[in-house]
């Protein structure tokens, strides 16, 4: 939108599509053509935006992460990796300290299973 000045009204949209409709910044900014740099300034001013932007990322982390694997040819074998959120890492305790990870596949549930190493 070319230059104008954010009234009252358009502002409570903007906190109204964020906090009560669960938009992010560029919904918001395709739904009223406001740029998301003025949205972000607006929701910055906010005192419940910095809970509600970390409600948002646990929220996340609790749904399904769609990643790729990446593969490796050594030779005639193949070795996989796949990138895992930091958080996950931090979650279960692991750390540059303590990074011993015991991996397991379930044949039945055709899942891999990542925990903590514990000596036994």
Known sequence: MSNFVINEEIKNNILDLYFTDKNTMQQISEKTGISRYSISEILHKDKRFENEKKNRREEKLQQPQIN??????????????????????????????????EVSFDENKDEVVIKKYTKK
């Open 68 to 101: 790729k694997v990446i593969f490796d040819k050594n030779g005639d074998s193949y070795s996989a990796k796949v990138s895992i959120p930091y958080k996950y890492i931090k979650k279960i305790g692991i750390s540059l300290d303590d990074r011993l990870v």
